[in-house]
T-cell receptor
Framework: QKEVEQNSGPLSVPEGAIASLNCTYSDRGSQSFFWYRQYSGKSPELIMSIYSNGDKEDGRFTAQLNKASQYVSLLIRDSQPSDSATYLCAVNYGGSQGNLIFGKGTKLSVKP | DAGVIQSPRHEVTEMGQEVTLRCKPISGHDYLFWYRQTMMRGLELLIYFNNNVPIDDSGMPEDRFSAKMPNASFSTLKIQPSEPRDSAVYFC???????????FGSGTRLTVV
């Protein structure tokens, strides 16, 4: 069974620190990886995508992918209280769009 | 672009009643997905369509659930009869052909009492 695992948290970091969110997946055939942010009571919002090994940076966000270890992470630099949300890792297991599996999410709390 | 539009935002109904949730995907997106989110199970894919055709409905919990997409701009998810365990947030999402991630609607919070 294809699974996406995340630590549910909560992960608490002080304002200005680096928040590190981690995700592992079970199927080596995975091709596309996504991070979504979900504020309480709101819908998931796509913030990062990564398709090849290595790092991808977008502003304060960096996604890291290691396919050999079946591991994907999200780093948030200079964390702000507005970053407090649940972060969902999603993995596309196949070539078609219908194979996106979501983890249950990690709740991040950034303390002022 | 107005994004993915779902209605209603909230629905409270009594057990045994029929519930219909509605979704308008982003214009030009040829994939449409229905998800259900609960604290215990997270986001679960119920069914998805490609070019208005249902592709995989293996996530639909039972025969009480049905979904249709009569055209490229409209889809419905129907629960008949509804049960308290159906209480959840139901999201509709759409995407283009490439695996660039999905755009979610604002969701429908369903409460069955």
């Amino acid at each position: 069974q294809k699974e996406v695992e995340q630590n549910s948290g909560p992960l608490s970091v002080p304002e200005g620190a680096i928040a590190s969110l981690n995700c592992t997946y079970s199927d080596r055939g995975s091709q596309s990886f996504f991070w979504y942010r979900q504020y309480s009571g709101k819908s998931p919002e796509l913030i990062m995508s990564i398709y090849s090994n290595g790092d991808k940076e977008d502003g304060r966000f960096t996604a890291q992918l290691n396919k050999a270890s079946q591991y994907v992470s999200l780093l948030i630099r200079d964390s702000q209280p507005s970053d407090s949300a649940t972060y969902l890792c999603a993995v596309n297991y196949g070539g078609s769009q219908g194979n996106l599996i979501f983890g249950k999410g990690t709740k991040l709390s950034v303390k002022p | 672009d107005a994004g993915v539009i779902q209605s209603p935002r909230h629905e409270v109904t009594e057990m045994g009643q029929e519930v219909t949730l509605r979704c308008k995907p982003i214009s030009g997106h040829d994939y449409l997905f229905w998800y259900r989110q609960t604290m215990m199970r997270g986001l679960e894919l119920l069914i998805y369509f490609n070019n208005n055709v249902p592709i995989d409905d293996s996530g639909m919990p039972e025969d009480r659930f049905s979904a249709k997409m009569p055209n490229a701009s409209f889809s419905t998810l129907k629960i008949q009869p509804s049960e308290p365990r159906d209480s959840a947030v139901y999201f509709c999402a759409s995407s283009g052909t490439e695996p660039y991630g999905y755009t979610f609607g604002s969701g429908t919070r369903l409460t069955v009492v």
